[in-house]
């Protein structure tokens, strides 16, 4: 049976709210749905080239260039939280999109928290499937918590002062002439 949880969890996609059509599901051994499905990576290399699967990494995945090839056809890759203190995920985020130039939907999943929210999204998450017990609202609200970021990330490669710096130029090069 597919992850109860995962129909009731508030779910991001895209910074919007949306419906999750995708089943969570964790183990090896229950059927899947008919309709599409997260299972853990070895069920996911067990049936290949389907469409209707897609992978779930845990936290302690080790992201092998051969790794990164096999999942670049993904319909999705979701990333799991097993405690919000485990912040391994977001260097899997960050590796998939800036070394291995995945561009498909990256899914953090499980013990996801309103206060991780902003910080996923930098790291190069684009769907966040929250924990049950947060508030949609308050999660959309925390993607806009700050207007800048002093430092690069996938969601802005360049740091803060070299855009100031550029900005600061630009405004110098009139009167030089």
Do not use: K
């Not at 790794?67 to 993904?74: G, I, K, M, T, V």
């Not at 391994?88 to 899914?107: K, P």
């Not at 996923?120 to 993607?143: H, I, K, M, P, V």
């Amino acid at each position: 049976m597919p992850d109860q949880e995962t129909s009731r969890r508030p779910f991001i996609h895209q910074g919007r709210p949306a419906e999750d059509r995708w089943a969570l599901i964790r183990d090896l051994e229950t059927p899947l749905p008919d309709t599409v499905a997260i299972v853990p990576l070895a069920r996911w290399r067990e049936r290949a080239g389907d469409e209707r699967l897609a992978p779930l990494l845990g936290s302690d995945t080790e992201l092998t260039p051969a790794l990164a090839a096999e999942l670049a056809d993904a319909p999705l890759i979701a990333i799991d939280f097993p405690r919000f203190t485990d912040g391994r995920g977001y260097s899997l985020a960050r590796l998939l999109r800036e070394r291995h130039g995945f561009t498909g939907e990256i899914r953090a999943v499980g013990d996801v928290l309103v206060d991780q929210v902003f910080f996923l999204t930098r790291c190069g998450f684009d769907a966040l499937s929250l924990r049950e017990d947060q508030w949609l609202e308050d999660a959309l609200n925390a993607l806009n918590a700050f207007s800048r970021a002093y430092q690069p990330a996938v969601d802005e490669p360049e740091p803060l002062f070299r855009h100031r710096l550029r900005e600061a130029i630009r405004e110098a090069e009139p009167s030089l002439a």
